[in-house]
């Protein structure tokens, strides 16, 4: 039954396309007030994912639930669920406050909300213009606009800074942001962490359609390892006193060493009681976007992250454009 709790649970969700299994056994819930990323390279299964849920593919196996039920059993899903599955196509012919127009008589909403989103989304400039004269980022904006039309408790957006300039991403950001605190829900997936770090408050990953991480972003941040590089005078014996401390240790092409899991004072105390002379130590974090790729790409080098949340077996995608892939 409707619990008009604003939730989508995702359960045991699978897809497979004849040999081709492009999603497999994913759990994940998203929450009202949060924006939650729907992260991973392109090919690993989000597009399918958000069309499961918006009921435009049917699952291999498992469910997908926007308010306690699958989306085609909800009473007018336009007045509950808003979704941007990629840049529509506009007929060119027609002004920006006509699409919408159309749009709210199809879903049986007043005229006056076309003006209404077209003042949300930045765009009441342009109503009369002509959408065949828009640019990409301006095209995003008015499906963003077709999508708030029944003023929807849910919005799910796949690659929507797709073809946004650094103003429309931040744009994008406070308005996702806006929405969430109004107590709302919102699902938006990338192939491009950088872009949505600062936008996501809950990250679900995915590559070769698995889950291979389900939690709060900050948690990844705590994840993120740093090294010590240090060069050694005597390399040798300072491996040998950090594996005593049980000190994770690389070579390095360039003859340095990099020292895991202990910070800059700490190795260079071990290499003082050692009696090696340091000529050189730099501190390295991993940032957040090297993590993605090393999550999504299964290149961990047998580093663990213990944090809540999923894991799958490493996936191998790689990175590509915009689009493209399941």
Same mark, same amino acid.
């Given at each position: 039954?409707?619990?008009?709790?604003?939730?989508?649970?995702?359960?045991?969700?699978?897809?497979?396309?004849?040999?081709?299994?492009?999603?497999r056994n994913l759990d994940f819930a998203v929450h009202p007030g949060t924006v939650t990323g729907f992260l991973g390279?392109?090919?690993?299964?989000?597009?399918?994912?958000?069309?499961?849920?918006?009921?435009?593919?049917?699952?291999?196996?498992?469910t997908a639930t926007i308010n306690g039920v699958p989306f085609e059993r909800l009473a007018n899903p336009g007045t509950i669920v808003g979704a941007v599955l990629e840049a529509q196509s506009?007929?060119?012919?027609?002004?920006?406050?006509?699409?919408? =127009?159309?749009?709210?008589a199809a879903m049986n909403v007043p005229d006056a909300q076309a003006d209404r989103v077209l003042e949300l989304v930045g765009?009441?400039?342009?109503?009369? =213009?002509?959408?065949?004269?828009?640019?990409?980022?301006?095209?995003? =904006?008015?499906?963003?606009?077709?999508?708030?039309?029944?003023d929807p408790q849910v919005l799910v957006l796949d690659e929507p800074v797709n073809g946004l300039d650094p103003e429309g991403i931040a744009w994008l950001r406070n308005f996702l942001k806006a929405f969430a605190a109004n107590g709302r829900?919102?699902?938006?997936?990338?192939?491009?962490?950088?872009?949505?770090?600062?936008?996501?408050?809950?990250?679900?990953?995915?590559?070769r359609?698995?889950?291979?991480?389900?939690g709060h972003l900050d948690e990844?941040?705590?994840?993120? =390892?740093?090294?010590?590089?240090?060069?050694?005078?005597?390399?040798?014996?300072?491996?040998?006193?950090?594996?005593?401390?049980?000190?994770?240790?690389?070579?390095?092409?360039?003859?340095?060493?990099?020292?895991?899991?202990?910070?800059?004072?700490?190795?260079?105390?071990?290499?003082?009681q050692a009696g090696v002379a340091l000529y050189g130590m730099q501190e390295e974090r991993v940032d957040l976007e090297q993590l993605f790729f090393q999550l999504t790409q299964g290149q961990y080098g047998g580093a663990q992250i213990q944090q809540p949340?999923?894991?799958?077996?490493?996936?191998?995608?790689?990175?590509?454009?915009?689009?493209?892939g399941y």
């Amino acid at each position: 039954m409707h619990d008009g709790s604003g939730r989508i649970l995702v359960q045991g969700l699978s897809k497979d396309f004849g040999p081709v299994h492009a999603v497999r056994n994913l759990d994940f819930a998203v929450h009202p007030g949060t924006v939650t990323g729907f992260l991973g390279p392109n090919g690993s299964g989000k597009t399918t994912t958000l069309r499961m849920i918006l009921g435009l593919v049917t699952p291999t196996a498992g469910t997908a639930t926007i308010n306690g039920v699958p989306f085609e059993r909800l009473a007018n899903p336009g007045t509950i669920v808003g979704a941007v599955l990629e840049a529509q196509s506009f007929h060119p012919g027609r002004t920006a406050r006509n699409h919408l =127009r159309s749009y709210a008589a199809a879903m049986n909403v007043p005229d006056a909300q076309a003006d209404r989103v077209l003042e949300l989304v930045g765009l009441a400039s342009a109503a009369q =213009r002509k959408a065949g004269t828009f640019s990409l980022g301006m095209r995003q =904006r008015l499906s963003l606009a077709t999508a708030l039309l029944g003023d929807p408790q849910v919005l799910v957006l796949d690659e929507p800074v797709n073809g946004l300039d650094p103003e429309g991403i931040a744009w994008l950001r406070n308005f996702l942001k806006a929405f969430a605190a109004n107590g709302r829900t919102v699902l938006v997936s990338s192939h491009l962490l950088r872009e949505m770090e600062h936008t996501v408050d809950h990250v679900v990953i995915v590559s070769r359609g698995e889950c291979v991480y389900n939690g709060h972003l900050d948690e990844l941040r705590a994840a993120q =390892r740093a090294r010590v590089l240090v060069q050694a005078g005597d390399p040798n014996a300072l491996v040998a006193a950090l594996h005593q401390e049980s000190l994770t240790v690389e070579h390095l092409p360039d003859g340095r060493l990099a020292v895991t899991g202990a910070d800059a004072p700490r190795v260079a105390d071990l290499a003082l009681q050692a009696g090696v002379a340091l000529y050189g130590m730099q501190e390295e974090r991993v940032d957040l976007e090297q993590l993605f790729f090393q999550l999504t790409q299964g290149q961990y080098g047998g580093a663990q992250i213990q944090q809540p949340g999923q894991w799958g077996p490493p996936g191998g995608a790689g990175f590509g454009g915009p689009g493209g892939g399941y």
